[in-house]
């Protein structure tokens, strides 16, 4: 657990940044960083228990990244299999709930039934609530619960007086989720990426140096510390 004196975000999402410059660092190939990275979501997950976070999202592959070249992708799905097939039992033993969001569509059918699995059987589980964000990406969220809304109204079922932040909020993937706290963002790279675009429109923000493969509990306990420190207004004036 934290220091009793440090005030635990209740959710933290992470974009976890730099598998392939830890890999040419050492002049190894991608697919290892991945790895090394895959390695680091463990630890990140067990840390992120210890350390009393009730929710954490990771962003795991965005839309984007199915632009990369095929045989990247490929090991990525890979260890997406590995993963899903090796980790179920610790995270359920854990009392880990997994839950995905983003465009499933995209992924391999025996991916999509590995997810499903997970899901049913983690679901019941409540000490942390993990959210792998897969095929996701935040503009293509908002714009997929705004067509939800337009096919209401369509249909009659839905005036567009009742739409409002909370009618948005309801039909976007993690609508059964609190907003972050925190979001994290490794590699030392600024920018969020089009990750939880809605989500995170009072997030406190955290870069790290530290590339993905490196990040262990002490970064995640450094970021949380950090957090304990701001003071978070929500535009009302400052105490």
């Known amino acids: 657990m934290a220091p009793a004196d440090v005030h635990v975000p209740r959710h933290v999402a992470i974009i976890m940044d730099g598998n392939g410059r830890w890999a040419r660092a050492r002049g190894l190939p991608r697919a290892a960083g991945h790895r090394q990275g895959a390695e680091a979501v463990k630890r990140t997950v067990r ?4 350390l009393g976070v009730r929710y954490l999202t990771l962003f795991g592959f965005s839309s984007e990244n199915w632009k990369r070249p095929e045989t990247e992708v490929a090991d990525l799905m890979g260890l997406l299999r ?15 709930r997994l ?5 499933r569509d995209r992924l391999a059918r025996d991916i999509r039934a590995l997810i499903e699995n997970a899901e049913a059987t ?3 589980n ?3 609530h993990l959210t792998v964000a897969l095929s996701y990406g935040g503009r293509q969220e908002i714009v ?3 067509r939800r809304l337009a096919e209401e109204v369509r249909a009659g079922r839905l005036s567009p007086e009742q739409i409002d932040e909370a ?5 976007l993937d993690t609508h059964d989720l609190p907003d972050p706290d925190l979001l ?15 989500q995170s429109a009072y997030t406190e923000l955290y870069f790290t140096p530290t590339l993905w493969p490196d990040f262990a509990e002490t970064h995640l306990a450094d970021a949380i510390r950090d957090f304990g420190t701001r003071e978070r207004r929500f535009g009302a004036v400052a105490r």
């Open 126 to 128: 409540d000490r942390l």
């Open 47 to 50: 840390a992120a228990g210890n």
């Open 184 to 198: 994290i963002r490794s590699s030392g790279e600024q920018r969020i990426s089009n990750f939880m675009l809605w």
């Open 99 to 103: 839950r995905v969001i983003g465009d």
């Open 167 to 171: 009618a948005i909020a309801r039909r």
């Open 82 to 96: 590995h993963y899903l097939r090796a980790e179920i039992a610790e995270l359920h033993a854990n009392g880990v």
């Open 144 to 146: 997929l619960a705004v």
């Open 122 to 124: 983690t679901r019941a």
